[in-house]
């Protein structure tokens, strides 16, 4: 938990370090491993709207999961495409998701049945859809510290 919040809190920083053009400003960045080559043309916002569909989702199969329920809906790649019409005011949500993140997972059971299927990793276990949510967290602060190299300092 210690790991998703500094990850989250840097990614803030380096928002809050942009102007407002710059935040919006879709750049195009070398793939990174493990990211789709539909993900490389992100604005900063982009990278933290992303992050806000699939975090509170990867949270929210984790909890279905600990209740020994299966989620009803199937995650698609396809839904959590940001589309680049939010401002600066979605960092206040993200920042509360992240401060909230470590009290909701501790309230969890983790049991390793039921499963729900992530579309690139098959059937995970409410544990492994929180070990995901950390590993995508830093996946996108690599992507937004090559889109901040890109806009320049």
Do not use: C
Request: aromatic share 6%.
């Amino acid at each position: 938990m210690a790991q998703f919040v500094a990850e989250g809190e840097a990614i803030i920083r380096e928002l809050q370090g942009l102007d407002p053009n710059q935040q919006r400003r879709r750049v195009r960045i070398a793939r990174l491993r493990g990211m789709e080559d539909s993900s490389r043309e992100w604005s900063p916002l982009m990278v933290v709207e992303h992050l806000m569909m699939t975090g509170p989702g990867m949270l929210g199969a984790a909890q279905s999961l600990a209740a020994g329920r299966v989620p009803g809906e199937k995650p698609g790649t396809a839904r959590v495409k940001p589309r680049g019409e939010v401002g600066p005011e979605i960092l206040e949500r993200y920042a509360a998701f992240l401060h909230g993140y470590p009290a909701a997972v501790a309230a969890l059971t983790l049991r390793a049945e039921p499963k729900f299927e992530h579309p690139w990793f098959g059937p995970l276990d409410a544990r492994r859809w929180i070990v995901l949510n950390t590993f995508h967290q830093a996946l996108h602060g690599r992507q937004l510290g090559e889109i901040r190299s890109m806009l320049g300092r």
